[in-house]
């Protein structure tokens, strides 16, 4: 139910009714913090992956780069924002929509840095430029090219994605790449924070409704923070060496072009721009109760794309539609940009003070893994829930079923294409582009009669069985 006093139902339906201000700030703001943990967590990740994130030689400096790349996810993420809300020209959907660095593009991202300090994110970095400006032309094409992407397809990739990040959970969790190997990987101490959050965040995500549920991850991040501070985990000493305030650099870490990365965030962009195309679809079906407009679509494409390049520049990762602030707005009913421009405005004021993001670091990794074994779980079940659309004939069984298997079975095995290029190792490692091009290519060459005679197959067998 909607609270009369921000307005009548049918102003809560525009998108350009602004409710009165003291209650359109707080309402922005409960978008950030809905998607203030999903949005700094991918840079976490990279980071890590590189070998400059948590246990490594640059903490001894206070984690220079990971609190940069916290700093530029909340700044881009707000200006990504502010390009749907408000929008020029044919950029944005000028509609409530709140952007967010993607989870997706993480598999991709992960192979292309590991090990490689700040020296891999150059690569990286650019790929995210180029991926960006892709992503962007997709606005002109994007309705011409979803006939490719029905849910078979779309759900197996983020079934892989899914699939691709839970073990980075677990690692996380039991104390970080960095332990591995050492007795205190794994040890109870690092377990039991992370317990506690995944058991909070369960107990506030089902016994609670509203915005409340909305955020219980990140409830569930704050109790299981308090647990390890009294078990002597948390060090706030990074957060004096971290300034108050400081401009993004441009290239920050240098431009390379590596193929890998440029074809794998490309690929990837394709990826988001279809998520983006469901996320506004749900935000004009719950807020508004239409279906979102072609303008609309392809405002959204724009402005995912060029948040995503103009990120890249700065050392920022990949932007996307965020899908949890989608079911904020039907819970809330309030379909105003403005108000999620108010919660833009915020996240750009973040992204200029470090020291949010060195007080972000001071959060143990094994409490982030409680939460990141959550949220990885739940990308996992959203590509089952998208495959529970899917008519599971032998066609459509076997799609499945082989790329399942290579992307899965390449991701659980990479030392099986040791003898191939660097940059096909990167692409295919992942997992998730094989299994993607795999499926996409599967679907457009195999003849629906495959299915229409396994279905008369079944019925025959049924028929003669009731005969008999």
């Keep these: 139910m909607t609270d009369t006093s921000l307005g009548t139902a049918e102003q809560l339906r525009d998108p350009n009714y602004t409710p009165p201000l003291a209650k359109a700030v707080p309402l922005g703001i409960q978008h950030v913090l809905a998607m203030f943990v999903s ?135 039991a104390g970080g790449v960095p332990l591995m190997g050492k007795p205190e990987f794994g040890s109870l101490a690092k377990w039991l924070p992370a317990l506690v959050v995944i058991f909070v965040t369960l107990g506030v995500k089902f016994f609670t409704r509203g915005f409340t549920a909305v955020a219980a991850v990140l409830i569930g991040i704050i109790v299981g923070y308090v647990v390890a501070y009294f078990m002597g985990q948390v060090n706030f000493g990074n957060i004096g060496r971290a300034a108050a305030f400081a401009l993004p650099s441009p290239f920050k870490y240098g431009f390379e072009f590596n193929t890998a990365i440029v074809l794998g965030m490309c690929f990837m962009a394709i990826v988001s721009a279809i998520e983006t195309v469901g996320d506004t679809s749900g935000i004009t079906k719950g807020g508004a109760g239409r279906e979102a407009t072609d303008k609309e679509i392809s405002g959204a494409t724009f402005a995912d794309g060029l948040g995503t390049a103009v990120a890249g520049i700065f050392g920022g990762l990949p932007n996307t539609s965020f899908s949890q602030n989608v079911g904020l707005i039907a819970i809330t009913g309030v379909m105003s940009r403005h108000v999620v421009t108010i919660g833009a405005i915020f996240l750009i004021v973040a992204g200029f003070v470090p020291k949010i993001g060195a007080i972000i ?108």
């Design 39 to 173: 949005n700094v967590t991918p840079a976490i990740i990279v980071c890590g992956a590189a070998g400059i994130g948590f246990g490594s030689d640059q903490g001894a400096l206070g984690f220079p780069d990971m609190n940069y790349m916290i700093q530029m996810s909340m700044l881009f993420a707000g200006i990504a924002t502010l390009f749907q809300t408000i929008g020029f020209g044919p950029v944005g959907a000028r509609l409530p929509i709140v952007q967010g660095t993607s989870f997706a593009f993480i598999p991709v991202m992960i192979p292309a840095v590991a090990g490689l300090g700040t020296a891999g994110l150059g690569g990286l970095m650019t790929g995210v430029v180029i991926g960006g400006l892709f992503h962007f032309c997709l606005g002109t094409v994007i309705g011409k090219i979803r006939f490719a992407l029905p849910p078979l397809v779309t759900g197996l990739i983020v079934l892989m994605i899914g699939l691709a990040l839970v073990k980075v959970g677990i690692q996380y969790a």
């Design 361 to 468: 670091n001071t959060v143990p990794i094994n409490v982030l893994g409680g939460g990141v074994i959550v949220m990885f779980g739940m990308v996992a079940a959203s590509g089952v829930s998208m495959l529970s659309d899917v008519t599971w004939n032998r066609r459509n069984m076997v799609i499945f079923a082989i790329s399942l298997s290579i992307g899965l079975g390449l991701q659980l095995e990479p030392s099986a294409l040791q003898h191939v290029g660097k940059t096909a190792q990167i692409l295919l490692t992942s997992g998730l582009l094989p299994a993607a091009a795999i499926a996409v290519f599967l679907n457009l060459i195999l003849p629906e009669e495959l299915a229409a005679e396994a279905t008369e197959e079944v019925s025959g067998g049924l028929a003669g069985n009731g005969k008999g």
